[in-house]
Structure formats: C-alpha cells, structure tokens
C-alpha cells in the first residue's frame, strides 16, 4: 500500500540522517522503509532480544542500516544518535502479559531504553528532534469515551506504567533541558511485519495469524470489547508528521482512529478477508482479565489538527494488504 | 513531642511485627521509634547508600531491629517481609535536583526498590499491608490550589517521575494481584533526624540546619512560593492510621497542610526560634528553576475524611522542637 504521508513530509526527510530504535520490529521496520523510500539515510538500532518483535526479515532487501546493540547501552548509542536529524523511538517490550510476570525486564526494555536514549541525546546531540512511541495503555480503563489526551493517566498494568513513565521522561527532558520531543499514544496498530508468533504482543496480530492459518479466532467474554485499529501505514505517517512538525514538540497527541470496531466485528472482517474461518468464545483468562482495560478509543483531534494527519486506509483495505503479506511470507513470521 | 496516634490506632500495632523500608531516614526512623513505642515488633531495613537520608544516630537508643541491605536485593528482602503485618515504604531517592544529574541512580532507587518490594510481597506474604510513602512532587506545577488526588500526574523531574512509577506499581499490584497497598503522597515534612548537610534534600531541613548555625537563610527569588508544611509526627501519624485503617487499601491520599505559608514566612519563623539570623534573596540557579514546580498547597480532606487524621502540631511549636533537637545533636548530622 502507498505511503500517505503528504508531500510536505516527504521533502522534509530527503536527505536527512534518521536513527529508529527497534527498527527490526513492527512499527519500526515499517517506518524505516518508509524513511528510507523518501530518500532519508536511515540507521536502525535493536537490541534483537529475545521473545521481543525483532524480525531480520522486515528490512530485507532494504537499504537500511541495521546496528544490532542494546539501546540501554551509552557507548553503543553514542555514534548512533551523533548527527541524526530525527530519532524515532519504537524500541520497547509490549506486552502487557509479559509485563506481569517479568516486571523487570519490562522495566529495563522501556524505563531503562527511553532514559538512556535521552540522556545520549542530551549530551551528544540535544538537537535530535525525538518522537517517542508511546501507548493508550497509559489512560488504563477509560472514565469515558472517546479519550483525549487530558484523561487521567491511570495504567492497569506494568507495561502501561513504564510507558507512562517513559513519556514523562520525554517531556521532562524537553521541559528542563530543552530538548526537542513529542510523545504519540498509539491505539492498537496492526499491518504487515507485527510479531503474529504468539499471542502477548496485541490481539490484533495474533488473530490475523490465527486466520491466515485456518485456526479457529478465539475471543475473550462476548468480544464486545470496542477498540480504535490503525492500519501501520497511517501510524508510520503520523511518525512521519510528528518529526517533521515543530508544533508537535513538548506535546502528547492521540493516534487512534474515528472508526470504533468490536473485536468480534473485528474477527468477523478478518474471516471474510481471508474467505473462511470461525469465531470461538472463551472465557477470559483470569491473568488476563486483571489487567484488561475493557473498551477504548481515542478521540485524535488534536494530532489532527496540529499535523493534518488523517487515517486513510480503511479496515478492510488494511486487512487485505495485510492477510495477503503474510500468505506470501508466513514462513518468515513462525 | 508527643506521638498524635489517636487510641485505636495505637492499640492496632501492639504486639504487632511491621517493616519500615528506608528506616534510618528521616519519616522511617521517626515513626519506626513510634512505633516501637506503640509495642510493635518492629524492624528496619535500610540500604545504607552513599549521600542519601541514613543516619545511625537516628535509631540510637532504641530497640528496632536494623538490617542493613539493599532493598532491590530478592533475596535479602525475603525474609525481611515474612510474617509482617504492615510494611510502610520510606526507601528511596528524594533529591529533586540529583535525579536530573544521576537519573539512573534514581531509576534503581526509586522504580527498582519499589518493584521489588512489591515482589517480595507478592510471593513471599501477600497480605501484608503495604503504605508508599509518595509525594506531592507527581503532580507537578499545579493547575490550581489547593491540589486534591483528582489533579493530573505530570512531574516536572526525574525523581517526581520514579515516585509517580512507584505510586503506579502499587495501584497495579492492589488491582491485579489482591496486594492491599495504599499510597500518602506527602507534602514538605519537617523535623529532627531529617538530614540538613546539603541542600539537596528539601528545602526545609536545609533552612533549619543553617539557621541552627547561624547562617544566613537564602532564598530564591523573592522567597514568595507558597508551601504547606507537616511536622514529622503529624506525618508518621498519618502512616499509623493508613497502615490501621482498612479503607485506605488501593487508595491514593494527600498528606498535607491546610496553613499555606511562603518560604519567606518560614524562613521568619524559624529566625524567631533561633533568636537571631536573616533572610538572603538570591537569583534562582537556572537547574532549580528548571525543575521547580512554583506554589502548592495539598488539598487532605480525603485522607482526613477516611481515617480521621489531623494535623497537630503548630509550625512554631514544630520549629521549636526541631531546633532544640539539632542544638542538642548538631555534629550527628553534620
């Protein structure tokens, strides 16, 4: 699917020297591709941890350079954010599952990535426009709907607490040192590359693997949980906006989408997509139902209205392009 | 000065075995004596750090048990939360202004005490009653006075962000693992055993250890910020009745003042009690004023309203006590 970014944006990235942490994951291998198609010169960084959404195969065939180091680490981080014009900050562990029962690698794949991050930008480079990669997850269990940025930040898990934290790191560094940074909460992203392997990285992936491979769709409850989806190439673009708009510096802005979709809607969609398949309701899992946040969408106005983004790719569209990338390279995605 | 615990309350920790984190510091000796006092079996566990609040001489004389160990240590930390009853969580970093030169420093001994308590807890004895000692400072400059725990999280400094993570992990501990913790974000506490060699460490303590020596008491700017103030046995009252009161359990409460004074006006204050001394202005240092966070007054009536607390002790008749407690033991906080 073609890029939406506006062509403004585009100019804006030709040329310059861009870093992605977590670049050999989902929405940062996307982005790469992206940065690198607009003529950009694009490094990427991964810690290429275990479990986590690292995949090789994302920027095959790419001209993205990819430096394997964990971002925690000062000496490694140090020549990569030296001279970058962007950073785009897309490593982290995300699954809030996860986040549960190792609270502190959680600790040290969020907290300790984005700190270190900002602290090498600080003294290498305080000019490095940075965009973080920041969640819904912050605002927990929402007071009401839609959610805007001024709701309660009230996270129900470990995942959501260091992601909160990790953000306000964002804007103290911006706040007391001066450096330029702009937070985005994303909802749930789904698109070709998203980890599909196991089902603690997001509902969504897991469940578009589950369909490309003939396997039964299992919801949780009633599945009448209503989310916001956004298709990875719309996110990439609000990225892509975000670096490039100076009006989005020291701001958190919402990247969700107007369109709200049950799960089961959802799973009903992905099985037309694909051309067969069921729906299974089971029960919900208490570990799971602890940290659940029940129905969430966010109200983006203020993204929108400060950048001009909109989400262009509809559910449909995005569910084909994605079911079609993953029945040519599901191999690569096991 | 006489303990404030209202009678049910001290008959709560009799014969009682708690553990107060952090326990040479400040809050923690204080109340640990307290409630040694009260007939609790008490026991402190303190990470001894380099230039952090621990005093010796603050538990001499008295009959809590001290274990020197670091609270991010599992397996220390496993026997010492066994068979307590209620655990207050005075361990940790306070520096405002050392968090934003060593935030990493912070990171472990804010985020990773915390966490790691909370583990302990959860595997070891997850019935303990928990209470956080937070702070004032996650709220960041005020949006208005005076701030109830309505008011949005946004710190303006690494130290209020670790706080607000801590706060976080103990709701999310509460909710998804049954753990009956309960969070006090307290305003500026005074007091003996607090320390006052350096600046660092609260405006307040550094204020009375440079009146006791005759000093002059500089203030920043026009010394007008207004603060509210609680005197250290108000304040190790409130742990008592969070501690005792089973509706405070997943609460999150304001501990402060509802007499709002300048720093101009303590500084008066506390010249009065000495007898001699006067006031500076001095240009605000540009890493103060970065991070500063202006006037605020703590709205308590929630905590007031659940467990019946109330301050007690008079800011004069505080200062008294204070600084005939340093005239009497300057060279054990020098």
């Given at each position: 699917?073609?890029?939406?970014?506006?062509?403004?944006?585009?100019?804006?990235?030709?040329?310059?020297?861009?870093?992605?942490?977590?670049?050999?994951?989902?929405?940062g291998?996307?982005?790469?591709?992206?940065?690198?198609?607009?003529?950009?010169?694009?490094?990427?960084?991964?810690?290429?941890i275990?479990d986590?959404?690292?995949?090789?195969?994302?920027?095959?065939?790419?001209?993205?350079?990819?430096?394997?180091?964990?971002?925690r680490?000062?000496?490694?981080?140090?020549?990569?954010v030296?001279?970058?014009?962007v950073?785009?900050?897309c490593?982290?562990?995300v699954?809030?599952?996860?986040?549960?029962?190792?609270?502190?690698?959680?600790?040290?794949?969020?907290?300790?990535?984005?700190?270190?991050?900002?602290?090498?930008?600080?003294?290498?480079?305080?000019?490095?426009?940075?965009?973080?990669?920041?969640?819904?997850?912050?605002?927990?269990?929402?007071?009401?709907?839609?959610?805007?940025?001024?709701?309660?930040?009230?996270?129900?898990?470990i995942?959501?607490?260091?992601?909160?934290?990790?953000?306000?790191?964002?804007?103290?560094?911006?706040?007391?040192?001066?450096?330029?940074?702009?937070?985005?909460?994303?909802?749930?992203v789904?698109?070709?590359?998203?980890?599909?392997?196991h089902?603690?990285?997001?509902?969504?992936?897991?469940?578009?693997?589950?369909?490309?491979?003939?396997?039964?769709?299992?919801?949780?409850?009633?599945?009448?949980?209503?989310?916001?989806?956004v298709?990875?190439?719309?996110?990439?673009?609000a990225?892509?906006?975000?670096?490039?708009?100076?009006?989005?510096?020291?701001?958190?802005?919402?990247?969700?989408?107007?369109?709200?979709?049950?799960?089961?809607s959802?799973?009903?969609?992905?099985?037309?997509?694909?051309?067969?398949?069921?729906?299974?309701?089971?029960?919900?899992?208490?570990?799971?139902?602890?940290?659940?946040?029940?129905?969430?969408?966010?109200?983006?106005?203020?993204f929108?209205?400060?950048?001009?983004?909109?989400?262009?790719?509809?559910?449909?569209?995005?569910?084909?392009?994605?079911?079609?990338?993953y029945?040519?390279?599901?191999?690569?995605?096991?």
């Open positions: 699917m073609a890029g939406c970014a506006s062509p403004v944006t585009a100019d804006f990235y030709r040329g310059r020297s861009v870093l992605v942490t977590g670049g050999l994951g989902f929405i291998s996307t982005l790469a591709r992206r940065l690198s198609v607009l003529g950009a010169d694009v490094h990427v960084v991964d810690g290429v275990h986590t959404g690292w995949n090789r195969f994302n920027l095959a065939d790419s001209d993205v350079r990819v430096h394997a180091a964990d971002v680490d000062a000496y490694a981080l140090k020549p990569l030296r001279g970058r014009s950073i785009f900050h490593a982290g562990q699954s809030h599952l996860d986040s549960m029962c190792a609270p502190f690698a959680d600790l040290d794949a969020n907290c300790g990535t984005t700190l270190q991050l900002l602290e090498s930008c600080k003294q290498h480079n305080p000019e490095a426009t940075i965009v973080l990669a920041g969640t819904r997850q912050v605002y927990g269990r929402p007071q009401c709907l839609p959610v805007n940025e001024t709701h309660r930040v009230n996270p129900t898990d995942n959501g607490v260091h992601k909160a934290a990790a953000e306000f790191y964002a804007l103290v560094y911006h706040h007391a040192f001066g450096l330029p940074t702009t937070v985005l909460r994303l909802t749930n789904y698109g070709p590359r998203q980890l599909i392997r089902p603690r990285q997001g509902v969504l992936g897991w469940l578009i693997g589950q369909a490309v491979q003939g396997h039964p769709l299992q919801l949780f409850g009633d599945g009448g949980q209503v989310r916001d989806m298709y990875v190439d719309d996110a990439v673009d990225f892509l906006r975000a670096g490039a708009e100076a009006a989005c510096v020291g701001g958190v802005f919402n990247v969700g989408s107007d369109r709200a979709v049950t799960l089961k959802f799973a009903h969609a992905l099985i037309e997509v694909v051309g067969h398949g069921q729906v299974e309701y089971v029960e919900w899992p208490a570990d799971r139902q602890a940290i659940d946040v029940g129905s969430v969408v966010l109200d983006s106005s203020k929108r209205y400060t950048t001009g983004w909109t989400q262009i790719v509809s559910l449909d569209d995005g569910l084909r392009e994605t079911v079609a990338y029945r040519r390279h599901f191999s690569h995605y096991l």
